[in-house]
């Protein structure tokens, strides 16, 4: 238990290092579009498609980072008041849906990004399955802190 621990700890850094440079770079960004548009009157054509796609980065991304540290808004008020074996059993199977929606994502997140495979983006000429490809590895991290989640429940231990 203390391995996972320890590598779902970080793992969960290191995203959330990636998610501080990403977010950086997207304030940077959409602060030289304004700065370009408005003051210089001449706009970037890319800086859009740019924040566009680090938005999206951020925010499967930054789902891992929630599951992790527990921050997703849930409705408890009926598991609270359950005796706590049922309040397991109700944690478990929360987890095993969210465990199943990580599977989809990766599934089907590798699906969609080899369709789109051999596409580029208008602005900046990337490849469209860079951008579609966070979907994927968000599962996949999702799924190791799911992991963490359901181990910590089924031992007792807290998260």
Avoid at 22 to 46: D, K
Avoid at 84 to 110: C, D, E, K, N
Wanted: contains cysteine; hydrophobic residues 55%.
């Amino acid at each position: 238990m203390h391995r996972l621990n320890t590598f779902c700890h970080r793992l969960n850094r290191i995203v959330e290092g990636l998610l501080f440079g990403m977010g950086l770079t997207m304030a940077a960004i959409v602060a030289a579009q304004v700065f370009f548009r408005y003051v210089l009157n001449a706009s970037l054509f890319w800086s859009e498609e740019a924040a566009r796609y680090l938005l999206v980065w951020l925010t499967f991304l930054g789902a891992t980072t929630a599951y992790y540290r527990g921050s997703h808004p849930g409705i408890d008020a009926l598991t609270r008041r359950l005796p706590p074996r049922f309040q397991r059993v109700s944690a478990v199977a929360a987890h095993g849906t969210a465990a199943g929606l990580a599977m989809v994502m990766i599934v089907y997140g590798i699906r969609f990004a080899w369709f789109v495979r051999l596409q580029i983006t208008p602005a900046l000429s990337l490849p469209k399955w860079l951008v579609f490809g966070v979907i994927p590895v968000a599962g996949l991290l999702l799924l190791i802190q799911i992991s963490r989640c359901i181990a910590h429940t089924l031992t007792g231990e807290r998260a």
